[in-house]
């Protein structure tokens, strides 16, 4: 039986658990896919032209021994993420569409399914060029710095590569 959906509150992430004695029930799905009960859609980021059609749900805020945060995120066709490098690491699993992101210095394919990794200050950027809807789950230390978008000089280096070139929306 499907449920109606929650009132939005003002912090409308998963909640966060405080203690092992403090449980809260499963964050489920809601009658859209790729959205959860009493979870909002946020903006990606709060503002900035550096990104295009892209959207961050929260489904775990960091608790017990895991301080970590599990997001969704989600690019519409055409859309992409910020061209951006950082100290912290993200871990990606690919849940719906087709897309390409940068790594580093070059381009990769990738799909529903596919992991991947992004280390330590290594420039990255999604992008849903496939005409799919692009949906990947990200999981990302509690505690980070923030993220560095490239210098004209970081640029200058970036385009040395024509695939890098013409890939990047910066
Ligand atoms: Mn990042």
């Not at 059609?53 to 992409?80: C, K, M, N, W």
Request: charged share 25%.
């Amino acid at each position: 039986m499907a449920s109606s959906p929650k009132p939005l509150t003002e912090t409308a992430d998963a909640p966060r658990p405080t203690g092992a004695n403090s449980p809260i029930p499963p964050i489920t799905r809601s009658q859209d896919p790729f959205r959860w009960e009493g979870v909002d859609v946020h903006p990606y980021k709060e503002t900035g032209d550096h990104f295009r059609s892209i959207s961050r749900q929260t489904l775990f805020p960091g608790a017990y021994d895991l301080p970590v945060e599990l997001r969704y995120f989600e690019i519409q066709d055409g859309g992409h993420s910020t061209l951006e490098r950082h100290q912290h690491a993200h871990l990606v699993m690919v849940v719906q569409g087709h897309g390409q992101v940068l790594l580093r210095d070059a381009v990769a394919e990738f799909g529903p399914q596919d992991v991947v990794h992004i280390g330590p200050m290594t420039w990255h950027q999604f992008r849903a060029n496939r005409g799919e809807t692009v949906g990947f789950l990200c999981v990302v230390n509690q505690d980070r710095d923030r993220p560095q978008r490239p210098t004209d000089d970081d640029l200058t280096m970036l385009r040395t590569s024509p695939a890098v070139e013409e890939f990047i929306r910066a």
